[in-house]
T-cell receptor, first 112, second 116 residues
Framework: AQSVTQPDIHITVSEGASLELRCNYS??????LFWYVQSPGQGLQLLLK??????LVQGIKGFEAEFKRSQSSFNLRKPSVHWSDAAEYFC??????????FGAGTRLAVHP | DAGVIQSPRHEVTEMGQEVTLRCKPI?????LFWYRQTMMRGLELLIY????????DSGMPEDRFSAKMPNASFSTLKIQPSEPRDSAVYFC??????????????FGPGTRLTVL
């Protein structure tokens, strides 16, 4: 069955520290991959997506993600976290068309 | 554009009552999606429409749930009768063409439903 796994439910980092959020997928073929962010009381906003080409993808707000086929992973990174990055982050995958399958989410807390 | 608009933002009702959630997609978007977010099941797609026509409702949990899109600028998700296990955040999203990954789904702020 197709699935997306985010192993970390909750992560806390200090402001200015680097960040890596993990995402693994299970699909019959390489899916299209996405990262969304959900701030409190808000809908989901697309950070970045991967569908072909360069395996290192740049997104908004200083985020990047690296696709690793051998590990079935698409981890999200940011070199220096800001307090405003505190939110919930969702990894998602799609085999095409319109259906997105989401991971359970990782809640990020940022300490001053 | 104002983005995807959902109403109400919060809804508290009692078990057995009918609940109607509303969504206005971004103007010009041909695809509309309804998602449900719960602690147990995460974010799951319930149903989506293309040009006001339901395309895939395989995610609708049971017959108590129904969705309509009478025109390009309005959709409803109805639960009748509601049950406590329906408590969740319901998101509406819209996209221009529906073709992932080139297209993007834009999400509304969600409706937090509590069924007592």
């Amino acid at each position: 069955a197709q699935s997306v796994t985010q192993p970390d439910i909750h992560i806390t980092v200090s402001e200015g520290a680097s960040l890596e959020l993990r995402c693994n997928y299970s699909y019959g073929a390489t899916p299209y991959l996405f990262w969304y962010v959900q701030s409190p009381g808000q809908g989901l906003q697309l950070l970045l997506k991967y569908f072909s080409g360069d395996t290192l993808v740049q997104g908004i707000k200083g985020f990047e993600a690296e696709f690793k086929r051998s590990q079935s992973s698409f981890n999200l990174r940011k070199p220096s976290v800001h307090w405003s990055d505190a939110a919930e982050y969702f990894c998602a995958a799609s085999g095409g068309y319109n259906k997105l399958i989401f991971g359970a989410g990782t809640r990020l807390a940022v300490h001053p | 554009d104002a983005g995807v608009i959902q109403s109400p933002r919060h809804e508290v009702t009692e078990m057995g009552q009918e609940v109607t959630l509303r969504c206005k997609p971004i103007s010009g978007h041909d695809y509309l999606f309804w998602y449900r977010q719960t602690m147990m099941r995460g974010l799951e797609l319930l149903i989506y429409f293309n040009n006001n026509v339901p395309i895939d409702d395989s995610g609708m949990p049971e017959d108590r749930f129904s969705a309509k899109m009478p025109n390009a600028s309005f959709s409803t998700l109805k639960i009748q009768p509601s049950e406590p296990r329906d408590s969740a955040v319901y998101f509406c999203a819209s996209s221009l063409s529906g073709s992932l990954p080139t297209d993007t789904q834009y999400f509304g702020p969600g409706t937090r439903l509590t069924v007592l």
